[in-house]
């Protein structure tokens, strides 16, 4: 169980348009999804915390105007990144609660690989 | 600032030895204690959880927290070529939902 599914792996998009990644748990319902980006050779780097039906929590330094995310139902949640520039091009992974009451575990996507040419 | 530290490595182990890595962290109030898998290119892998000081057998993975020195750490049996990745260890503080990383160790089996 706790399979995390992200499409598409991998998108090449041209500079100043926008691109929807999907992050979905399968087989169990996440109240709470979280999105990453890594650089290559980089620490995983948390951009925003998202709960379904409210509104992300964006980490300091992430535009939340630039990164849109919407977390709809307990498997879905989105990441737009919008007029998205070569600076944007990362690897951008999602997690999903897995679990309730205090003890419970992050499980991640396989990530999408963003090249913005 | 809450801290998870690691030595980044690159640790070399022979195939068949024990692998141990070390995870250190800042705040005492933290509760909840995980170690990833990363190979290069994917995304991290739960491979270990563990919630309460002592140690967790997994197959051939042992977590073992100790409270008191903040301490956490991850012994691999049996070391295997497909074991070698970069391993992350993560913190979480009660009440808190996101994991705090540490910078994560590269670890190489030789066969």
């Known amino acids: 169980g706790a399979v995390v599914s992200q499409h598409p792996s991998r998108v090449i998009c041209k500079s100043g348009t926008s691109v929807k990644i999907e992050c979905r748990s399968l087989?169990?319902?996440?109240?709470?999804m979280f999105w990453y980006r890594q650089f290559p050779k980089q620490s995983l780097m948390l951009m925003a915390t998202?709960?379904?039906?409210?509104?992300?929590?964006?980490e300091q330094g992430v535009e939340k105007d630039k990164f849109l995310i919407n977390h709809a139902s307990l498997t879905l949640s989105t990441l737009t990144v919008t007029s998205a520039h070569p600076e944007d091009s990362s690897f951008y992974i999602c997690?999903?609660?897995?679990?309730?009451?205090?003890?419970?575990?992050?499980?991640f996507g396989p990530g999408t690989r963003l090249t913005v040419t | 600032q809450k801290e998870v530290e690691q030595n980044s490595g690159p640790l070399s182990v022979p195939e068949g030895a024990i692998a141990s890595l070390n995870c250190t962290y800042s705040?005492?109030?933290?509760?909840?204690f995980f170690w990833y898998r990363q190979y290069s290119g994917k995304s991290p892998e739960l491979i270990m959880s563990?919630?309460?000081?002592g140690d967790k057998e997994d197959g051939r993975f042992t977590a073992q927290l100790n409270k008191a020195s903040q301490y956490v750490s991850l012994l691999i049996r049996d070391s295997q070529p497909s074991d070698s990745a970069t391993y992350l260890c993560?913190?979480?503080?009660?009440?808190?939902?996101?994991?705090?990383f540490g910078q994560g160790t590269r670890l190489t089996i030789n066969p």
């Open positions: 997690s999903a609660r897995h679990g309730t009451g205090t003890l419970y575990e992050q499980y």
């Open positions: 087989d169990f319902q996440a109240t709470t």
């Open positions: 998202s709960n379904e039906g409210s509104k992300a929590t964006y």
């Open positions: 705040d005492r109030g933290s509760q909840s």
């Open positions: 563990i919630y309460s000081n």
């Open positions: 993560a913190v979480r503080d009660q009440g808190a939902q996101k994991l705090v």
